[in-house]
């Protein structure tokens, strides 16, 4: 690992004047988990190190019917999986949580440092993009909320200008939606989803209302499988439908091919784990 | 080289050392205060060998710069002795079940399996499995190490109703 300065900011304010101040030399950290890897493989090697340790009051996790769900970017994955309120209210968020990684990461690492990281492969993503989550960009300037479906623009990329900070996720209240979230693994003693899939859905019985249906991992980013949203929407959800969802998903989403995986294997998945989830979410039996 | 100063507290000790920023808390508990009970194994962060306890919480000490545990507590094997000497119940119950072979990642094991029976004294096997899912051992087959945290449980919780 590269030397580096150490700076800590006592507010996200601060923190986005030292990234100005330091510009392309600076790095953000909040739990490291992710980013001292990077740091020892030198793939990052910032002159600067923004910690974020040193922030009172951001991570909190506060839940009002009207508005939703606010988790404070430093919130870490143990604190959402054991939130009541979360366990109550999203329980498909609450599930997600603690599957992240493994206890140790899940003890350490935050959600917003998740996000901002925009590693594919990795649960936070996928599931909170499903639950029509934004965040709240901080800087000197002022606050932006971005919506997640624009916040992940490319492989280990996001929208985040580089003066700002994720200080919050915001969820809006599921109302009268239920949701899934699933992760594909090749086997259990993997830590990174091989593919990620979150649907939430208003539904009578098995007649499908809306769905916002989102696949990741095998993505560069999370993405919203629109085809299949709209081919479920106002239907009964039947065995045969979820066929058609199974293979429209897999001749259309632009997955990645790697060590991991191949192209064709993770379309093939794509199509069985979301015609999985999809049956248990709307009671569908598949034998 | 930028070096800072950390205060914290290790198996109940106050420490202070300065270091460089870069330090990881596996380095600073094995080179500077020479607890080298704490192994370093993959140091990617995968194989759960560097477990220590932060706030009575598991972590892998590989993932942290040793500032970040400014102002806390560490726990490590070290820590887990009893004054007088006596091995702590599941040092006890590992040694008794042959819960490890070559043992370098027992460390870790017992680490994590400390913090998870604070949370869940009477655990299942599959919850122990899961406890141990950030912890790597290329010997035992973990079948000796399961037994010996279920073990350790029983023995834990059986000295709790004693007292």
């Given at each position: 690992?590269?030397?580096?300065?150490?700076?800590?900011?006592?507010?996200a304010?601060?923190?986005?004047?030292?990234?100005?101040?330091?510009?392309?030399?600076?790095?953000?950290?909040a739990?490291?988990?992710?980013?001292?890897?990077?740091?020892?493989?030198?793939?990052?090697?910032?002159?600067?190190?923004?910690?974020?340790?040193?922030?009172?009051?951001m991570n909190a996790v506060t839940y009002?019917?009207?508005t939703g769900l606010r988790i404070g970017a430093l919130a870490r994955h143990?604190d959402v999986?054991?939130n009541?309120a979360v366990?109550?209210?999203y329980?498909?968020l609450a599930?997600m949580a603690?599957?992240?990684?493994?206890?140790?990461?899940?003890?350490?690492g935050t959600l917003g440092g998740n996000l901002c990281y925009a590693?594919?492969?990795?649960d936070p993503p996928t599931c909170l993009m499903a639950l029509g989550a934004r965040v709240l960009a901080t800087?000197?300037?002022?606050e932006r909320e971005i919506a997640l479906d624009?916040f992940f623009?490319?492989?280990?990329?996001t929208?985040l200008?580089?003066?700002?900070v994720l200080t919050e996720i915001r969820i809006p209240?599921?109302?009268?939606?239920?949701?899934?979230?699933?992760?594909?693994?090749?086997?259990?003693?993997?830590?990174?989803?091989?593919?990620?899939?979150?649907?939430?859905?208003?539904?009578?019985?098995?007649?499908?209302?809306?769905?916002?249906?989102?696949?990741?991992?095998?993505?560069?980013?999370?993405?919203?499988?629109?085809?299949?949203?709209?081919?479920?929407?106002?239907?009964?959800?039947?065995?045969?439908?979820?066929?058609?969802?199974?293979?429209?998903?897999?001749?259309?989403?632009?997955?990645?091919?790697?060590?991991?995986?191949?192209?064709?294997?993770?379309?093939?998945?794509?199509?069985?784990?979301?015609?999985?989830?999809?049956?248990?979410?709307?009671?569908?039996?598949?034998? | 080289?930028?070096?800072?100063?950390?205060?914290?507290?290790?198996?109940?000790?106050?420490?202070?050392?300065?270091?460089?920023?870069?330090?990881?808390?596996?380095?600073?508990?094995?080179?500077?205060?020479?607890?080298?009970?704490?192994?370093?194994?993959?140091?990617?962060?995968?194989?759960?060998?560097?477990?220590?306890?932060?706030?009575?919480?598991?972590?892998?000490?590989?993932?942290?710069?040793?500032?970040?545990?400014?102002?806390?507590?560490?726990?490590?094997?070290?820590?887990?002795?009893?004054?007088?000497?006596?091995?702590?119940?599941?040092?006890?119950?590992?040694?008794?079940?042959?819960?490890?072979?070559?043992?370098?990642?027992?460390?870790?094991?017992?680490?994590?399996?400390?913090?998870?029976?604070?949370?869940?004294?009477?655990?299942?096997?599959?919850?122990?499995?899961?406890?141990?899912?950030?912890?790597?051992?290329?010997?035992?087959?973990?079948?000796?190490?399961?037994?010996?945290?279920?073990?350790?449980?029983?023995?834990?919780?059986?000295?709790?109703?004693?007292?």
């Amino acid at each position: 690992m590269r030397d580096f300065t150490v700076l800590k900011p006592s507010s996200a304010r601060e923190a986005s004047r030292l990234l100005a101040e330091h510009g392309d030399g600076a790095r953000l950290m909040a739990g490291g988990t992710a980013l001292i890897l990077a740091l020892r493989q030198r793939l990052v090697t910032p002159g600067h190190l923004v910690y974020l340790g040193g922030v009172p009051a951001m991570n909190a996790v506060t839940y009002d019917a009207k508005t939703g769900l606010r988790i404070g970017a430093l919130a870490r994955h143990i604190d959402v999986a054991t939130n009541a309120a979360v366990k109550t209210h999203y329980p498909m968020l609450a599930s997600m949580a603690a599957q992240v990684a493994n206890p140790q990461v899940r003890n350490q690492g935050t959600l917003g440092g998740n996000l901002c990281y925009a590693d594919p492969a990795s649960d936070p993503p996928t599931c909170l993009m499903a639950l029509g989550a934004r965040v709240l960009a901080t800087s000197n300037a002022g606050e932006r909320e971005i919506a997640l479906d624009a916040f992940f623009t490319d492989y280990y990329q996001t929208a985040l200008r580089p003066e700002e900070v994720l200080t919050e996720i915001r969820i809006p209240p599921l109302g009268d939606a239920t949701g899934a979230y699933a992760r594909f693994r090749r086997t259990e003693a993997e830590h990174r989803p091989m593919l990620t899939l979150g649907i939430v859905a208003r539904r009578d019985g098995n007649m499908c209302r809306s769905a916002r249906i989102v696949i990741g991992a095998s993505t560069a980013t999370p993405v919203r499988a629109s085809g299949v949203e709209q081919l479920l929407e106002g239907k009964p959800v039947t065995r045969a439908l979820l066929d058609q969802a199974a293979a429209l998903v897999r001749s259309q989403t632009e997955v990645l091919s790697d060590f991991r995986g191949s192209a064709d294997y993770r379309r093939e998945i794509a199509g069985v784990v979301l015609r999985r989830t999809a049956a248990s979410l709307f009671g569908v039996e598949l034998n | 080289m930028d070096k800072c100063e950390v205060k914290l507290k290790v198996n109940g000790e106050e420490q202070e050392v300065v270091v460089p920023a870069r330090r990881l808390l596996s380095e600073l508990l094995r080179d500077d205060l020479n607890l080298t009970g704490t192994k370093r194994g993959c140091e990617t962060g995968i194989c759960g060998a560097c477990t220590v306890l932060l706030d009575g919480e598991a972590v892998k000490s590989c993932l942290l710069v040793a500032l970040q545990a400014e102002g806390r507590e560490v726990t490590t094997i070290e820590g887990l002795r009893g004054e007088d000497g006596t091995l702590h119940p599941l040092q006890q119950a590992f040694v008794e079940h042959g819960g490890l072979q070559c043992g370098y990642c027992t460390p870790g094991m017992i680490m994590s399996a400390k913090a998870f029976l604070e949370r869940n004294a009477q655990p299942t096997d599959g919850e122990i499995r899961q406890a141990l899912s950030g912890n790597l051992c290329r010997c035992t087959g973990y079948m000796h190490i399961v037994e010996s945290i279920a073990a350790a449980a029983k023995a834990m919780s059986g000295e709790a109703k004693a007292k």
